[in-house]
């Protein structure tokens, strides 16, 4: 059984740093696509970042510069390094996954089969 348990959310003010986590089990993790999504409140999810089993990643535009993924495929596990982090950053960060490589859209919500419950970050001015 797939599972993704994500941590380290929690509140900063406007330019403080949070790393999320993502613990994952139940599938081959270095085989897999991952990545990191948010939902602003009232918003739909979007994706912020991913990472495939080679290290290639992927960012949306507007975290560029500022949120780092990286994975320890040995530990398997998934993190966010997020710096100087803005009110719009705030929302519910989902870890997701898929086992593939190479995906044509690998921020696209869509590709993902495996899910974690989210972890709330909160970014206040």
């Known amino acids: 059984q797939v599972q993704l348990v994500e941590s380290g959310g929690g509140s900063v003010q406007t330019g403080g740093s949070l790393r999320l986590s993502c613990a994952a089990s139940g599938l081959s993790y270095s085989a897999t696509c991952m990545a990191w999504f948010r939902q602003p409140p009232g918003q739909t999810r979007e994706g912020v970042a991913s990472?495939?089993?080679?290290?290639?990643?992927y960012y949306a535009d507007s975290v560029k510069g500022r949120f780092t993924i990286s994975r320890d495929n040995p530990k398997d596990i998934l993190s966010l390094q997020m710096n100087s982090l803005k009110p719009e950053d705030s929302g519910m960060y989902y870890c997701a996954a898929v086992i593939a490589f190479g995906l044509r859209s690998p921020l696209s919500e869509s590709n993902y089969r495996f899910w974690g419950h989210g972890t709330q970050v909160t970014v206040s001015s």
């Open positions: 990472i495939d089993g080679d290290g290639t990643t």
